[in-house]
Each structure stands twice: as C-alpha cells, then as structure tokens.
C-alpha cells in the first residue's frame, strides 16, 4: 500500500474526515481508500454506491474506529481517486468484489465484515455468493439480493417505473452528457429531491462534485449500470451462508420495500432493521440509528 495520495482538492481529499487517505494495489488497479481504526481491530470494510464516493460513509467511520475494528472505506474503481479503467467489462461485478477481496488481502487478513449501501450493497451481496470463506458478515442498505431485485423486476410495473433510469444508462454518451451538464446539475438533484430536506449540505454537495468530476469518473460510474445491464452475470449460489443484516429507508423512491423483508428468505441467518421515515439515503439521515445497528451486527458476529 502506498499512504500518498495525490492532493489536488482539499474538500475531496476529505482532511476533515475520519482517517487517512491510503492508495491500496488490488487486482491490477489502485484504489484510494480512507482507513481509521487500530490496525489489530476486526477488519470492516464499507462500499458507497452511485453516485457517493467513500464519504458517503464518513458519519460511520468514527464510531466504529472507536470501537476497535478497523474500518476500510474504498473509492470503488471508476470513482474519485481510485483508477478508472477503460471499457465496461472492467466494471463487471465479478471485478468489482474482487477488488474488495483484494483489500482484505492487503490488510493481510483472511476475513472482513463487509457493508455496503446502494451499490455497494449489490457487491457486497455478491460477495458474500461468491466468498463466504472471506466474509465474516454482510449488511446491506437499501439494495435487496440479487435474486430479489431480478425477480422484483420481472414481476412489478412499480419497480420497473422507478428503474427507467438503469435501462437508461444503457445508452452510449447522452446518459454521461446530461450527467455533467450545468456543473453535474442533474446528479445533484438526484441526491437532493430523492433525499429528505437538507440531508446534503453545500459542502458535501461540493465534495461529490469535485469526485464526479474527476477525470473520466462520471463514464466509469456509468459503466457500473452498463455492464449489468449488458453481461446479467449470475451469483455462484442464492443462499447466503453469512450472517446478514438488512438496513432498509423505507422511503427509497428508487427500490420498492417489499424487497427487503424477500431478502431474508435468501439468508441462514438474517435480520431486517427498518427506518420508516428514512429515504434511500439513510446513512446520512438517520447516522446514529444505523451506526448502532450495524455495531451491534459487527459485536455479535466477529
């Protein structure tokens, strides 16, 4: 690992967070990482979805640096300073949880609890298919398991509604120009209208888009929802052999509730806390309540 980071931007650089900015090599590409923690803790690693960066869990970090583990939050690749390589078959979701299997090679460690919201969650789910000798625990955010959401998407007009824009990023170019159109106008929004009032300060609206845009981040983002979209890659297994914890906002205008309870008849060992009032983003809304979640997920289970 190389603890030097470039420092163009000191709002994206995150100096006021938690932790230090740490370049890790994993599986053939570099990725930024901001890690806190003692260096002996359990090891938690905590992956943002679209459109965050690592600060999307920031209001996490401490606390759980606090209590012993060493936490781990990448820039996943395509995003910020981590490397954002060419072509969509580089965000295959095969990659995507190799990379996180590297960083717990790096922290040279055999396990991880590993958390993930959004599209962090997609992968973490995926990791624990494709792993469970690695994965000590999973909790997911507001994404439900794959078998789930596919099942969710052939059956429901609802959720298909609320995925136009997955079927939208398919598209070459335009979804990109409109995304870094009027300073990232609409990838603002798209944090802003779908979250409760004032969820997303100035100055965390600045860092996200310093990170968007970052060289060639807004395409690799992008490629995420392109290479689902275009190689509809199947877990190893369906069931999920690791203990789980789903966070669930039941107010996410993106992913239909239902999914989060479905979720658990995937799981041997599984539990759902839900947050009524919370949207798709309740790591920031409701930061004390899933701390203490997740904390007790990690204390009974590592």
Known sequence: MDASVPSDAATARGDDRPGESVVVETNGIRLHTRQAGPEDGPLVILLHGFPEFWD????????????????????????????????????HIEELAADVIGLIDDADRETAAVAGHDWGAAVAWWLALSYPARIASLTAVNVPHPTVMEDTLRRSLSQLRKSWYMFAFQLPVLPETIATANDCRALQRGL??????????????????????????????INWYRAMGRYRPRPPQQQVSVPTLVMWGQQDEFLESTMAEESLNYCDSGQLVTFPSATHWVLHERPEETTEALLAHLDATM
């Open 56 to 91: 999307g869990w920031h209001r996490q970090i401490e606390p759980l640096a606090d209590a012993g583990y060493r936490v781990i939050v990448p820039d996943q690749r395509g995003y910020n300073r981590s490397d954002k390589p060419d072509g969509v078959a580089s965000y």
């Open 192 to 221: 802003t209208e779908s979250s409760r009032p004032g969820t997303f300060s100035a100055t965390d609206l600045r860092r996200y888009r310093e990170a968007w845009t970052q060289s060639g981040a807004v395409t690799a983002m």
